[in-house]
C-alpha cells in the first residue's frame, strides 16, 4: 500500500522538477548566450565621474621627475597624446594657452603614449607647449593603467586628486575654461 | 539480462563519460596563462571585433606590455583580467560569462541527467522485484518516463543551441580580417586613401557605425569618388540627419560632382556647427 501511494505522488513531483530544470537551463542559457552587444566607439565624450585617479610618475622629457601625488592641493589637467595623432597636435596649442594662461590655478600634464621622445619634444617646442610637463609613456602601460582607449584624452583631476571628468576625443579651450577652471575656482 | 538493457546499460555509461570529459575540458586549464592567451580573453576597446591579442592597434599593444608585465610580478589570469575589468569596464572581456558560469552550463544538464539516471536505476530495481512489478507497466508510470524523456531533448537541445551559439560567436572573433579604425586612420594620415577605404568598408560589414561610414565617406572624397562619398554621407543622414559632419561630406562631394545643389548642403552645414574646425574654409568655399 505504501509503494502504491508513493507511486501515486511520484509523477506530480517529477514532473515538476523536470520541468523545473529544464526552464532554468534555457533562462540560464539565454542569459549567458545573449546580452553582449559590443557599444559603439563614440569620439569627443565627457564623462562626469568621482573616482580615484591612478599613480602616474616618471621622468619627463625635459629630464626632470614627476610624482602626481605632489600635487595635491592643486586643480589637474592630464592630456593623454602622441605626435603621431593629428587631433593630439590640434588640441595642444588649447592646452599650452590655457597652462600659460592659468598658471599658478590649473596645472597641465602630458602623457605622451608610445611615442618618439624626439618627436615628443619636437611639437611641445612647435606649439609653444613647453610649460605642460611631459611624462613619456614609452610602452603605454601608464596609460592602459588610467583606462585609456586611444589619443586624444583628457582627465580633470580636483584638489584631492579624483578625476572628475574624462574626455575621450579633443578638449576645446571653452570646455577646460568651463569645467577645469571652474573647479579650480571653486571651494 | 536481455541484449537490450545491456545496450541501455552501456549508452548511459558511454553519456556519462562523454559529459565527464566536456565538464572536465571546460574546466582545466591546459597550460600556464601566457600574454596571448590573457590577450584572447580581452576586447580590444578601440577595435571592432578583435582581440587585444590579435589587434595591431596601439592600445592593444599597451594592453599586451601591461599583461606581459603584471605576469611578470606573479600576478593570476583572473586578477589581470579583473584589473583590466576595474579599469575598461565588463564590456572588456570577450566573455563577460566567465568559466563560472560556463561550468555551469555544463553541470546543469549534468545533474539532470543524473536524475534520469537515478530514476532508471529505481525503475530497474523495481522490475526486479515481484512485489512492484504491477506497477512498472502502469499507463502512469510510463507517462512519467515520456514526460522525463521529452524535458531530457529540450535540455540537451537548449544547451546545444546555447553553446553553438556561444561558439560561432568567439569563432567571428577570432577570425575577423584586420578590421581596425585607428589601422585605417593611420594609412589615412600616411595619404593611403585607397587602403583606408577598403578597411572601413569591411569594418562596415560587421559594425554599421556612422562614424566609421563617415570616415569611409572621407576617404572616398579623397580618392576622387565622390559619388561613392555622396551614397556614405546619405546613409549616415538618413538616420541622422542633424550630424554636421555628414552634411560637410555630403556638400563637399555634390561639389566634386557639380551638383546644384552643394552649396545649400554647406549652408546647413555651417548654420549647424559654425565653429566647427572646417567651417571659415567652407564659408571661403561658398561665399
Redesign the interface.
Do not use: K
Given at each position: 500500500m505504501i509503494?502504491?501511494r508513493g507511486?501515486?505522488r511520484?509523477?506530480g513531483r517529477?514532473?515538476v522538477?523536470?520541468?523545473g530544470?529544464?526552464v532554468?537551463?534555457?533562462v540560464?542559457?539565454?542569459?549567458?548566450?545573449g546580452g553582449?552587444e559590443?557599444?559603439?566607439?563614440?569620439?569627443s565624450t565627457v564623462r562626469e565621474m568621482d573616482e580615484p585617479a591612478p599613480a602616474l610618475r616618471g621622468r619627463t622629457l625635459d629630464g626632470g621627475s614627476f610624482d602626481l601625488s605632489e600635487l595635491r592641493g592643486t586643480v589637474v589637467v592630464v592630456n593623454v597624446w602622441?605626435s603621431?595623432c593629428?587631433p593630439c597636435r590640434?588640441e595642444l596649442p588649447v592646452l599650452a594657452s590655457a597652462a600659460r594662461e592659468w598658471a599658478g590655478k590649473v596645472r597641465f600634464v602630458g602623457l605622451a603614449?608610445?611615442d618618439d621622445e624626439d618627436d615628443a619634444r619636437a611639437l611641445l617646442r612647435e606649439v609653444g607647449a613647453t610649460a605642460v610637463t611631459t611624462v613619456p609613456d614609452p610602452?603605454?602601460?601608464l596609460?592602459?593603467?588610467?583606462?585609456?582607449?586611444?589619443?586624444p584624452e583628457t582627465f580633470v583631476l580636483d584638489r584631492s586628486g579624483r578625476i572628475r571628468f574624462h574626455v575621450v576625443g579633443v578638449v576645446s579651450g571653452e570646455w577646460l575654461e568651463q569645467n577645469a577652471l571652474r573647479l579650480a575656482a571653486g571651494p | 539480462m536481455s541484449i537490450r538493457r545491456h545496450l541501455a546499460w552501456l549508452a548511459m555509461v558511454v553519456l556519462a563519460a562523454v559529459a565527464g570529459v566536456g565538464v572536465w575540458q571546460s574546466v582545466a586549464s591546459s597550460s600556464p596563462p601566457d600574454v596571448a592567451a590573457v590577450g584572447a580573453d580581452l576586447?580590444c576597446?578601440?577595435c571592432?571585433?578583435e582581440t587585444v591579442a590579435d589587434s595591431g592597434s596601439?592600445?592593444a599593444?599597451?594592453?599586451r606590455?601591461?599583461i606581459a608585465?603584471q605576469l611578470a610580478q606573479g600576478r593570476s589570469e583572473a586578477q589581470i583580467r579583473q584589473w583590466f575589468v576595474d579599469?575598461?569596464g565588463p564590456?572588456v572581456l570577450t566573455d563577460?560569462?566567465g568559466r563560472e558560469?560556463?561550468l555551469?552550463?555544463w553541470l546543469?544538464?549534468a545533474?539532470?541527467f543524473s536524475?534520469v539516471v537515478l530514476?532508471a536505476v529505481r525503475t530497474a530495481r523495481r522490475r526486479t522485484s515481484p512485489?512492484?512489478r504491477s506497477?512498472t507497466g502502469?499507463p502512469?508510470?510510463r507517462?512519467?518516463w515520456d514526460?522525463?524523456a521529452l524535458?531530457?531533448v529540450?535540455?540537451v537541445g537548449?544547451?546545444a543551441?546555447?553553446g553553438l551559439?556561444?561558439k560561432n560567436?568567439s569563432e567571428a572573433s577570432t577570425a575577423a580580417p584586420v578590421v581596425d579604425?585607428?589601422a585605417a586612420r593611420?594609412m589615412e594620415?600616411a595619404g593611403d586613401y585607397p587602403g583606408a577605404v577598403e578597411i572601413y568598408r569591411r569594418v562596415l560589414a560587421g559594425?554599421p557605425?556612422p562614424?566609421?561610414r563617415l570616415r569611409l565617406a572621407y576617404a572616398l572624397l579623397r580618392t576622387n569618388r565622390p559619388a561613392e562619398a555622396e551614397d556614405a554621407a546619405r546613409t549616415v543622414l538618413t538616420r541622422h540627419p542633424r550630424k554636421a559632419e555628414a552634411l560637410l561630406v555630403l556638400g563637399l562631394a555634390e561639389r566634386a560632382q557639380g551638383s546644384a545643389g552643394a552649396t545649400a548642403t554647406l549652408r546647413r552645414f555651417l548654420q549647424l556647427a559654425p565653429g566647427h574646425?572646417a567651417a571659415a574654409e567652407i564659408r571661403r568655399l561658398v561665399g
Open positions: 509503494a502504491v507511486g501515486r511520484r509523477p517529477w514532473i522538477a523536470g520541468l530544470v529544464v532554468l537551463t534555457i540560464l542559457g539565454t542569459g549567458l548566450g553582449d559590443s557599444a559603439s566607439t563614440t569620439v602622441a603621431w593629428s590640434q603614449v608610445r610602452d603605454g602601460t596609460a592602459v593603467d588610467w583606462g585609456v582607449r586611444g589619443v | 576586447r576597446p578601440a571592432n571585433g596601439p592600445v599593444a599597451s594592453m606590455a601591461s608585465e579599469r575598461y564590456e563577460p560569462a558560469a560556463r555551469l552550463l546543469l544538464p545533474a539532470g536524475v530514476l512485489m512492484s506497477d502502469r502512469a508510470s507517462w512519467l514526460v522525463v524535458g531530457l529540450v535540455m537548449a544547451v543551441v546555447v551559439r556561444m560567436e579604425v585607428q593611420a594620415e559594425n557605425d562614424d566609421t574646425p
